[in-house]
């Protein structure tokens, strides 16, 4: 059974760095893609980038170089980390697991709610 | 970036109604669209890929049809459980967007 699961701080201070880990299970890390997600509080969903099966990874141009994501295959972990937190970055921030096609998300964690203090 | 209209943004139906859910996008994404379905407090649920292809475990009553830059959800025999949001999304071009979403309520 695929399983995604997001954990991260509650609270990030202004400009600093964002890390949150996705730890997967019921697949390997190198046979499943996994995307981020992000959902700012009452909004739409924004792609963020993804991390894919053979290492490589792809980020949205809008989170410029400030964005990262890593992975550690023997831990079935993905990392997201993100710097210079603005206050506009405070949202809920979901990895999810993709088999059926690159770009489609088929199974998503639970999501890590993160606020941006000032 | 490829835009993607979704609409209506908000929409009100009966039990047992029939409900459609437009999505156009800005250029032609060639069927490279999903459908995904988030109920409150929860994360998306995917529904229906490929523009027309029903996810394992989603109910035969929603369906996924278009081309080209029009495309739509329909979900047939509306039930409660079904009162979400729902988001398209396309996946033919980087950056991965997704529509502002429809809100679904029961009349």
């Known amino acids: 059974q695929v399983q995604l699961k997001e954990t991260g701080p509650d609270l990030v201070q202004l400009t600093q760095t964002l890390s949150i880990t996705c730890t997967v299970s019921?697949?390997?890390?190198?046979?499943?893609?996994v995307h981020w997600v992000r959902q700012p509080p009452g909004k739409g969903l924004e792609w963020m980038g993804a991390?894919?099966?053979?290492?490589?990874?792809d980020y949205n141009s809008a989170f410029k170089s400030r964005l990262s994501i890593s992975r550690d295959t023997s831990k079935s972990q993905v990392f997201l980390k993100m710097n210079s937190l603005q206050t506009d970055d405070t949202a809920k921030y979901f990895c999810?697991?993709?088999?059926?096609?690159?770009?489609?998300?088929?199974?998503w964690g639970q999501g890590a709610s993160v606020t941006v203090s000032s | 970036d490829i835009q993607m209209t979704q609409s209506p943004a908000s929409l009100s139906a009966s039990l047992g109604e029939t409900v459609t859910i437009e999505c156009r996008a800005s250029?032609?994404?060639?069927?490279?669209l999903a459908w995904y379905q988030q109920k409150p407090g929860k994360s998306p649920q995917l529904l229906i890929y490929?523009?027309?292809s029903l996810h394992t475990g989603v109910p035969s009553r929603f369906s996924g049809s278009g081309s080209g830059t029009q495309y739509s959800l329909k979900i047939n025999s509306l039930q409660s459980e079904d009162v979400a949001s729902y988001f398209c999304q396309q996946y033919y071009d980087y950056p991965y967007t997704f529509g502002a979403g429809t809100k679904l309520e029961l009349k």
């Open positions: 019921g697949f390997s890390l190198t046979t499943y893609n």
């Open positions: 250029e032609d994404i060639y069927n490279g």
């Open positions: 991390m894919w099966n053979g290492g490589g990874t």
């Open positions: 490929n523009a027309n």
């Open positions: 999810a697991s993709s088999n059926s096609g690159y770009g489609v998300m088929d199974a």
